[in-house]
């Protein structure tokens, strides 16, 4: 199971309908949560989403909008009296809540592959914005598949399909059958979260073979002047990027709070980009692979 909870949609301010920035993934019994905007842990509560059971918190950049909510996240679970340790990824600010909480590992975030859980991996990629701001990537390992047909014809049977993926070959009637000519590779399923940007090449870079490409969008197609000088995107922008690079599903978010309904746009930017869903608070996506 690999499922995203949009908890809050907003950007710079909040509005009645939207809340601060914060998405959780949700990954085989494994929470992450990426951005983590004023009120998160209220949205957690309010879409089911456990703060109890967070593994990793990561913050893309140092404003304020995506990271007012940790502290109240976290002094919530230290009045509870958490036992799980909990791994924070942000900027040098934030060293001291290492120190506060004794079940925080606080990490600076920099481009690299940031954290691993089983069967799976985070990285953060520079984007251009404020100084120090990153992107996001949820890696999910490759899967390793069977030929079942061929396998069974060159006499794999029962145990023997756990044996050969642990030593690599079995075997059989006296000949060496190897992993690779009875297996396939499913790739491994790909988030990619661009954090706030202006359009870049790191963003197409890592958004290539996405199943799902999450990308802010502060701005209506007519205020790309605006957008540039705030650097930040238009909903336009991120619906090239997503053609450009054929992602499985596109995800806007991180919307001004001038637009009381981005629905309005939603014609438009589906012209450019069919799969594209204008996300909202409490809205859950199941991740599909893109090539079943």
Known sequence: MLKITFLGTSGSSPTIERSMPAIAIQYNGDHL????????????MKHD???????????????????LGLFGLLETLN??????????????????????????????????KLYSGKNYSVS?????????????????DDHIKFYEKKAHSLGLWGNMFTEIQKKGWVEV?????????????????????TGDTLPCDSVVKMA???????HESTFDPERKAEAKERLHSTM?????????????????????????????????????????VFAYDGLVLDVEFKNI
């Open 79 to 112: 009045l509870n009296r958490t036992k799980k340790k909990i791994d924070v990824f942000g900027f040098d600010d934030f060293s001291w809540i290492e120190e506060r909480y004794a079940f925080v590992k606080f990490t600076k975030i920099k481009k690299a």
């Open 124 to 140: 953060a990629f520079p984007v251009k914005h404020c100084k120090g701001a990153y992107g996001l990537v949820f890696q999910e």
């Open 236 to 276: 336009e922008d991120a619906a090239k990027i997503a053609k450009k690079v054929k992602v499985g599903q596109l995800v806007l978010t991180h919307f001004s709070p001038r637009y009381p309904d981005v629905k309005i746009f939603e014609k438009e930017i589906r012209k450019i980009f069919p799969n594209t």
């Open 33 to 44: 949560i990426w951005d983590v905007g004023e009120c998160t842990q209220r949205q957690m």
């Open 49 to 67: 989403v456990g703060y109890g059971s967070i593994n990793a918190v990561f913050i893309t950049h140092a404003h304020l909008d995506h990271y």
């Open 173 to 193: 009637k006296g000949k060496k059958v190897k992993l690779e000519d009875v297996t396939w590779k499913k790739k491994g399923r790909k988030i990619v979260y």
């Open 208 to 214: 290539n073979g996405a199943d799902v490409l999450i």
